[in-house]
T-cell receptor, first 112, second 113 residues
Framework: SAVISQKPSRDICQRGTSLTIQCQVD?????MFWYRQQPGQSLTLIAT?????????ESGFVIDKFPISRPNLTFSTLTVSNMSPEDSSIYLC?????????FGSGTRLTVV | QKEVEQNSGPLSVPEGAIASLNCTYS??????FFWYRQYSGKSPELIMF????GDKEDGRFTAQLNKASQYVSLLIRDSQPSDSATYLC?????????????FGKGNQVVVIP
């Protein structure tokens, strides 16, 4: 299965600032997925990122708040913009295959 | 109706016993079903996947799928303290030409030595 390197692993950010999370995959993949896991909750899909096209966002998530880049088949970034304490969560990138989806190690974001 | 439901509360099982976890899903078009294990502070780790009706066994884990009832389960035999974790049921949802993965809220399992 694919190996994903995600960074940063954690950050503490000031309200109103932005944070960009990076994911690097060790193989070429068509789609990359970005999830959010709020404290004590399950995973919620934010968006699906295809190389060469705009990301597809799930209901409740918008591009202005969570812009995504996908410059090539092995890399993607998610930016959390104009952060508020409600954005404090773990953010995870994922890639899929028929046998299952692999996750990055996650970014634990705390907004103060 | 939620896409994936795991309704059981925390499950405490004695070491060596069988832990049984259940999951239902709403989209009849779903074809792929997964169980993930998530230790506290870690990202989810795939432990089982199943596509066909019936049972699939891998070591101490058995996944069971019943598409007619839209039901997936996970059995953990000979439970060990290292099995203490949250188990997430995930279902592949066909969507707008892409497939995305929807997750249940998870079940916490505590194995008591």
């Amino acid at each position: 299965s694919a190996v994903i390197s995600q960074k940063p692993s954690r950050d503490i950010c000031q309200r109103g600032t932005s944070l960009t999370i990076q994911c690097q995959v060790d193989s070429q993949v068509t789609m990359m997925f970005w999830y959010r896991q709020q404290p004590g909750q399950s995973l919620t899909l934010i968006a699906t990122a295809n190389q060469g096209s705009e990301a597809t966002y799930e209901s409740g998530f918008v591009i202005d708040k969570f812009p995504i880049s996908r410059p090539n088949l092995t890399f993607s970034t998610l930016t959390v913009s104009n952060m508020s304490p409600e954005d404090s969560s773990i953010y995870l990138c994922s890639v899929g295959a028929a046998y299952g989806y692999t996750f990055g190690s996650g970014t634990r974001l705390t907004v103060v | 109706q939620k896409e994936v439901e795991q309704n059981s509360g925390p499950l405490s099982v004695p070491e060596g016993a069988i832990a049984s976890l259940n999951c239902t899903y709403s989209d009849r078009g779903s074809q792929s079903f997964f169980w993930y294990r998530q230790y506290s502070g870690k990202s989810p780790e795939l432990i089982m996947f199943i596509y066909s009706n019936g049972d699939k066994e891998d070591g101490r884990f058995t996944a069971q799928l019943n598409k007619a009832s839209q039901y997936v389960s996970l059995l953990i035999r000979d439970s060990q303290p290292s099995d203490s974790a949250t188990y997430l049921c995930a279902v592949n949802i066909p969507s707008y030409g892409n497939n995305r993965l929807a997750f249940g809220k998870g079940n916490q399992v505590v194995v008591i030595p």
